[in-house]
């Protein structure tokens, strides 16, 4: 549910420890979605690629780099938003 559309909404909540190391990291679709100059999407498989061999966390900042690079010049049609929580050791 987006935040801000519904007056009063409830909301589950459930507490999450990050241990020494660990990050959270929140994206929108405008991540999975980025297109690069062929119309190619950098996808759901890119990501976890991506983390699996970046160093980190944090891996925001670089997440960003990583997706700028790889549009090169193509036309932004997406929000692109990373939120990242993380926990140093």
Do not use: C
Request: net charge negative; charged share 25%.
């Amino acid at each position: 549910m987006s935040l801000g559309v519904v007056p009063s909404p409830v909301y589950e909540t459930e507490e999450i420890i990050i241990e020494p190391g660990q990050s959270i990291l929140f994206i929108t679709d405008g991540v999975t979605e980025a297109r690069n100059e062929s119309d190619e999407l950098f996808a759901s498989d890119r990501l976890p690629e991506y983390v699996k061999t970046a160093n980190g966390p944090p891996w925001g900042n670089k997440l960003l780099n990583e997706i700028q690079t790889w549009r090169a010049n193509a036309e932004i049609t997406d929000d692109l938003t990373i939120l990242e929580i993380w926990r140093d050791l």
